[in-house]
């Protein structure tokens, strides 16, 4: 597709003859042997697009798909590249090899013994217990992804601790035994396992549901497919199993045949169109891992809320076109849907909507994560506050200027100018008619509940560096920043960061991607800012970006994109950004919704546990959101066992939470960094997917420990720090406390937990 693609696609297909499809040879030690030891050893950091040369161990077909020279997280790509999905962009083996360049890292042949012996992946096993110890590890040091032996020990001469698993400690005895044993029986894969009944059933009644045939059915099993593409969906009443919804030229019950396309508004083509739940067959990892529940509430809610409950003013639409102006701009294609139905969809799901932008493709990489802060909350705005949901007639006369950067085809700058001025027309156009509405200023009220009892009301946003999480209420106290998001920024940024992404594309789609978002950042900002009095709002956002006025590419705030003065009455207006979370969160907004605040952030909230959390939450509190010179001993997120002695051992995250001059700008983060007001948050549970450090703290050093932190690193050095209560990449223990984090994490979220990625573990 590309002369540097098609290069290396050529130069497989030269000099290697292709596996044989399908796989050799099926191992029952497979399944419950040989993957298990991938997921608790290199899953950590061979999964999902960011694995080092593309060997993807989630599964055997990632395995026997082998590895790539080329790198898919490349921000510098002048041109795209052909993307390699896992199970979508070739079926087989000899496809991978022959098509795309990947080559085998395990090798076969008619004597196993001998193939056993060549494999690479054996060989970079064997490398790690040859060099046990860490020499100066460089987390992103290339590898040269050598294809062949002679390679691979030249690479190993000069770079002796490139063994496996990289820069940590070797496999045991018992793993390297098992691989062995299992490379000399012929590296067979696991035998496909039958389809549960209760997934059948399920199955079914979820692809009748999709594959209505009448006309509004058709379009909102399109719209829903469109924001479900990404998620891990879980059946109910089918446990440990996992499914995505594609698209098929074949119904139930013939074998699914998907169809593959770059995004899911690409044109199908011409023939059948159905869409059907395929099985996932890899491991889960946190990074990438969305789920979404289906179950029979689910599709009574869904019913209601598209057909029997909407008010459509076309009891027969026609369908939407494929064509590229039309399919990348939702309030084009589903104008016809109704957009309370659509608002309220991505209400009832916006911690999975949410969860989509951060675990998509999009959100891996510093230059992609710097647009949002390093902690903020988002509320939503309410349906019967939002006009785009209120009044039918708005969407349809500013739809054309909501338009996203899916695929950017013009100059870098070209493409920025179009879409500011298209975000410039848009406020223009909303400002004017709500002045014609004489619409009245914010109130609480304009804040979404929730509907009393759904949990999505309030999400709480942590970027760590170069990727990021989001969890579920008001946690780490009052940000420095926050959301509110209504229809029209809700839907835009999915379409920008998920379904219009491409993690494959070019340098000016992606930074067209990144630089829209700012824009959006920027207006959902405003629009919480819409509730503060007029006469605080250019004093708060100004020290959102400083120096004052920094953000001068949408100055929302001005005449004519000024809202009306807020009609909610402020104890004290200097601080009215504060007081409004505060009150959101304490007063405003259900308990049911908000769950229980964190204890250690949260000044007015007291931990009444009793044991080693209550004493740990405790003693945190003492450096928590405080400044200091101990702040800058910690990376971006360190997961702590609080070590009891017993099986429900309580783990937190501590955050190291950055300060920013502003987010502005894409490059030279530095510059704009302010070291001096950082602060760290401690944070029940996990809130990471790619933790860097690992510490534990028996229940009976608590105490010593809070000392400590407060000692760094002026009084106590970190290397003596880490000596009393790190877990350090060469540590003969690490692998237990990786083992210990990923099982109580899954403990505590059944749903969403996944292998923890180590890529980001520190050196020291």
């Known amino acids: 597709m590309l002369a540097a693609f098609a290069l290396v696609r050529a130069h497989g297909s030269r000099k290697l003859a292709p596996l044989a499809d399908p796989r050799p ?37 990632g395995l ?106 070797p496999l045991d005895d018992a793993d390297v035994r098992a691989i062995e044993h ?91 169109m159905h869409y059907r739940l395929r099985r996932v067959t890899e491991t889960i990892v946190e990074k990438t891992h969305v789920p979404y529940v289906l179950s029979d509430a689910k599709l009574a809610r869904l019913q209601r809320l598209f057909f ?5 003013s076309d009891p027969s639409p026609a369908f939407p076109s494929y ?95 179009r879409f500011k001025l298209h975000e410039l027309s848009y406020l223009r156009d909303r400002a004017g008619f709500s002045q014609r509405l004489s619409a009245p200023g914010r109130t609480l009220a304009n804040i979404w509940d929730g509907d009393g009892t759904n949990r999505s009301a309030v999400l709480t946003v942590y970027r760590h560096f170069d ?17 509110v998001l209504d229809y029209p920024i809700f839907e835009r940024m999915y379409y920008d960061l998920v379904a219009g992404f491409d993690v494959f594309g070019n340098l000016v789609h992606q930074v067209s991607t990144r630089r829209y978002m700012n824009l959006l950042r920027i207006e959902a900002e405003s629009l919480f800012l819409s509730f503060l009095p007029e006469s605080r709002r250019h004093a708060v956002r100004d020290f959102w970006y400083r120096p004052p006025r920094v953000a001068k590419i949408v100055d929302l705030l001005e005449p004519p994109y000024a809202e009306p003065e807020t009609r909610i009455t402020y104890a004290d207006p200097a601080h009215a950004n504060n007081e409004l979370v505060t009150r959101l969160v304490s007063l405003d907004l259900p308990r049911t919704v908000l769950g229980d605040r964190d ?24 450096f928590v959101r405080r400044s200091g010179p101990f702040v800058d001993a910690f990376p971006d997120a360190t997961l702590v066992r609080v070590d009891t002695g017993s099986a429900d051992d309580t783990i937190y995250t501590i955050i190291r939470n950055k300060a920013h001059l502003n987010v502005d700008f894409m490059f ?64 003969a223990a690490f692998w237990a406390a990786s083992d210990f984090f990923n099982e109580r994490f899954s403990k505590l979220d059944a749903l969403g937990a996944g292998i923890l990625d180590l890529s980001r573990y520190v050196n020291d």
């Open 25 to 61: 040879l099926v191992d029952p030690s497979y399944s419950g042997t040989i993957q298990s030891i991938f997921d608790r050893r290199c899953v950590v950091c061979h999964s999902c697009f960011d694995a080092p040369c593309q060997l993807n161990l989630q599964s055997f077909d």
């Open 668 to 731: 030279l983060e530095d510059e704009e960094r302010v070291p001096t007001e950082d602060t760290l948050h401690v944070v029940r549970g996990v809130v990471a997917s790619r933790p860097n450090l690992f510490l534990d703290v028996r229940a009976a050093e608590i105490a010593d420990f809070v000392s400590d932190v407060a000692a760094l690193p002026t009084e106590l050095s970190w290397t003596k720090f880490l000596e009393r209560y790190g877990v350090r990449r060469s540590d």
């Open 182 to 272: 299992w490379l000399r029986r012929g590296a067979g894969g696991p035998a496909v396992s039958p389809e549960a009944d209760a997934a059948r059933a399920a199955i079914a009644r979820w692809e009748a549901f999709f594959d209505a045939p009448d006309a509004k059915s058709r379009i909102v099993a399109r719209y829903i497919y469109e924001h479900l593409f990404l998620a891990h969906l879980a059946i109910e009443g089918v446990p440990n199993e996992w499914f995505r919804l594609v698209r098929s030229r074949s119904r139930s019950p013939a074998d699914i045949d998907e169809i593959v396309t770059v995004r899911p508004y690409d044109d199908p083509g011409p023939g059948e």
């Open 467 to 483: 990727s990021a999480f989001v969890v579920q209420g008001a946690v780490g106290g009052v940000p420095k920043t926050a959301w």
């Open 323 to 417: 064509d590229r102006n039309v399919a990348a701009n939702p309030f084009l294609a589903f104008a016809a849907i109704p957009a309370r139905s659509r608002y309220q969809f991505m209400l009832d799901d916006a911690y999975y909507h949410v969860r989509a932008f951060i675990h998509g493709p999009v959100c891996k990489g510093q230059v992609a994560l710097n647009v949002i802060d390093e902690h903020f909350l988002i509320f939503f705005l309410t349906p019967g506050g939002d006009t785009a949901v209120t009044h039918p007639e708005f969407l349809p006369r500013v739809a054309s200027d909501l338009a996203v950067p899916g695929e950017g085809g013009d100059g870098l700058e070209a493409v920025y100018e």
């Open 599 to 622: 204890p250690i952030q949260w000044d007015d909230v007291a931990s009444n546990a009793l044991g080693p959390p209550s004493q740990f939450e405790s003693g945190v509190r003492s």
């Open 308 to 312: 029997s409950d909407a008010q459509w």
């Open 64 to 169: 026997d798909r082998g590895a790539n020279v080329v790198r898919v997280y490349e921000p510098t790509r002048v041109e795209s590249i052909h993307p390699t999905r896992m199970f979508q962009d070739a079926r087989t083996t000899s496809e991978w090899q022959r098509q795309f360049g990947f080559f085998p890292v395990v090798a076969r042949g008619a004597n196993a013994g001998t193939a056993a012996e060549s494999s690479i992946l054996r060989r970079v096993i064997e490398q790690r217990r040859r060099v046990p110890v860490r020499t100066a590890v460089l987390i992103d040091s290339p590898w040269a992804c050598p294809r062949q032996s002679a390679a691979l020990e030249e690479e190993l001469r000069s770079r002796p601790e490139k063994g496996m698993p990289y820069g940590f400690p």
